[in-house]
């Protein structure tokens, strides 16, 4: 286990190798580096692979992000314990949400490559599960341009941390296309790699 880190990383276990990974439980959290969080405007997109607990599925999130004042922007419900996942995207006091009922295979005991994907320009918001769109939304323009604060791993606002392992986390300031989100699955992400001017936050936890 691995008592903090440059990253913020506080009270999680990290797994580390060839293809290493991150697990959550109790209070742990990744608190990510603010100093790129400006970059964020209109459009987002957020990848991971992510392996549930088994005693999945609690009221918690895998992502909290908040303004200055201490309202939600970002947030991933993954899922709650009614089963759903839910994709919060705007800046308060209000903020776009889209959620979906999943099945326990999405969320715990196996991986899944997640892509949780927002365009205020367009109004768009989508999530993508193994490469394919699994949920999405219209008319949804709340900006995202306050984020002050971002943790990976539990909520900010509320007691809820996030139960299970978390594998190549990339966070970028713009809308993937799909076809990149699927080449995320497979490969890592280099410097001449397309979108990576893009990319705010990356790790593989190897």
């Known amino acids: 286990a691995l008592q903090g880190g440059d990253a913020g990383l506080e009270r999680a276990s990290l797994r580390t190798g060839p293809d290493g990974s991150i697990h959550f439980g109790g209070d742990a959290y990744l608190a990510l580096p603010t100093q790129n969080l400006g970059q964020l405007q209109d459009q987002i997109t957020i990848c991971f692979w992510a392996k549930g607990d088994a005693d999945q599925p609690q009221n918690s999130s895998i992502l909290e992000g908040l303004d200055a004042q201490g309202r939600r922007v970002l947030n991933i419900h993954f899922p709650w314990s009614n089963g759903q996942i839910y994709w919060d995207a705007g800046d308060g006091p209000n903020y776009d949400r889209i959620n979906k009922q999943a099945v326990e295979s999405d969320y715990k005991n196996q991986w899944n490559?997640?892509?949780?994907?927002?365009?205020?320009?367009?109004?768009?918001?989508?999530?993508?599960?193994?490469?394919?769109?699994?949920?999405?939304?219209?008319?949804l323009t709340r900006s995202i341009q306050t984020v002050a604060q971002l943790a990976v791993?539990?909520?900010?606002?509320?007691?809820?941390?996030?139960?299970?392992?978390?594998?190549?986390?990339?966070?970028?300031?713009?809308?993937?296309?799909?076809?990149?989100?699927?080449?995320?699955?497979?490969?890592?992400?280099g410097p001449f790699a397309p979108y990576y001017d893009n990319l705010i936050f990356g790790t593989s936890f190897d």
């Open 113 to 139: 490559h997640w892509a949780f994907v927002k365009n205020a320009t367009t109004g768009s918001m989508k999530i993508y599960r193994n490469g394919q769109l699994w949920h999405s939304g219209n008319g």
């Open 153 to 189: 791993g539990r909520a900010l606002s509320y007691d809820g941390p996030y139960r299970g392992s978390i594998d190549d986390l990339m966070l970028f300031d713009t809308e993937l296309p799909v076809e990149t989100i699927r080449d995320l699955m497979q490969y890592k992400l």
